[in-house]
T-cell receptor, first 116, second 114 residues
Framework: DAGVTQSPTHLIKTRGQQVTLRCSPKSGHDTVSWYQQALGQGPQFIFQYYEEEERQRGNFPDRFSGHQFPNYSSELNVNALLLGDSALYLC???????????????FGNGTRLTVT | AQSVTQLDSHVSVSEGTPVLLRCNYSSSYSPSLFWYVQHPNKGLQLLLKYTSAATLVKGINGFEAEFKKSETSFHLTKPSAHMSDAAEYFCVVIPYSSASKIIFGSGTRLSIRP
């Protein structure tokens, strides 16, 4: 039973470029959330996708956008990259109702993005 | 406003001694509370969760946490530390009404001395 898989594992981009990160949820999960984890900090919620729609969004600018496909996989897109976007980007999947605690988040190993 | 505070950024203990990682939360309603562990260059793994059932919650790898509403705390403990416990630990709160507004603490790095 595959867990959450993310690709690529590492990525180096130049300031101003655009990047796409990919995530496949754990088998049986249909909800995908994305988090940004800067070095030495806790993860920050970016947004959550369910039924191919963005359901909730954290405090991130519109440069951060996403998509969910019919097979529940998801992409995170970041436009006009800034040096401050360098971070570990984590994808987490769950069943609906993750807030009740009955469906905890399952995390991938992340994509390490470096912006130079 | 909901928030979570991990009181120690770094904790160092000797192998075989008890572990205490402290977490305080602020929530308007009954929250769901979690502890996650992150080993280097890895994603986060769920250790345990509290969802308004028993106040003492047992998790994996011998960890447990006690929910104390009067103190708004959810401290993580383990009776005897093992070298493999060295990692970053995150306390997480999910406010009652917003399943997606998951709030992570800033993390506590646990070091184990031989």
């Amino acid at each position: 039973d595959a867990g959450v898989t993310q690709s690529p594992t590492h990525l180096i981009k130049t300031r101003g470029q655009q990047v796409t990160l990919r995530c496949s949820p754990k088998s049986g999960h249909d909800t995908v959330s994305w988090y940004q984890q800067a070095l030495g900090q806790g993860p920050q919620f970016i947004f959550q996708y369910y039924e191919e729609e963005e359901r909730q969004r954290g405090n991130f600018p519109d440069r951060f956008s996403g998509h969910q496909f019919p097979n529940y996989s998801s992409e995170l897109n970041v436009n006009a990259l800034l040096l401050g976007d360098s971070a570990l980007y984590l994808c987490a999947s769950s069943l609906p109702g993750s807030g009740t605690g009955n469906s905890p988040l399952h995390f991938g190993n992340g994509t390490r993005l470096t912006v130079t | 406003a909901q928030s979570v505070t991990q009181l120690d950024s770094h904790v160092s203990v000797s192998e075989g001694t008890p572990v205490l990682l402290r977490c305080n939360y602020s929530s308007s309603y009954s929250p769901s509370l979690f502890w996650y562990v992150q080993h280097p260059n890895k994603g986060l793994q769920l250790l345990l969760k509290y969802t308004s059932a028993a106040t003492l919650v047992k998790g994996i790898n011998g960890f447990e946490a006690e929910f104390k509403k009067s103190e708004t705390s959810f401290h993580l403990t383990k009776p005897s530390a093992h070298m493999s416990d060295a990692a970053e630990y995150f306390c997480v709160v999910i406010p009652y009404s917003s399943a997606s507004k998951i709030i992570f603490g800033s993390g506590t790095r646990l070091s184990i001395r031989p």
